[in-house]
């Protein structure tokens, strides 16, 4: 099973946030330090550590960094 995966970031903290299958080519082309705008993931947790999970109707954008 294909899986694509990023380690996301804020003031808070890191999150991994996954992309399993079809899903998976929506975070293919991101490198680090870009920023993103996450809509309608699923938080999720496995054996303690919290991470974030792609579903069919998340979106994730590529924010333009402005001055």
């Known amino acids: ?12 903290g890191e999150l991994k946030l996954y992309g399993w299958r079809t899903l998976s080519k929506i ?5 680090a330090g870009d920023r993103i ?15 974030l999970n792609l579903k069919n109707y998340s979106t994730v954008e590529k924010k333009a960094i402005s001055d």
Request: zero cysteines.
């Open 1 to 12: 099973v294909r899986r694509t995966d990023l380690t996301v970031a804020d003031h808070t």
């Open 27 to 31: 975070l293919e082309g991101f490198s």
């Open 37 to 51: 705008i996450l809509e309608s993931v699923e938080v999720q947790s496995y054996e303690g550590k919290k991470f």
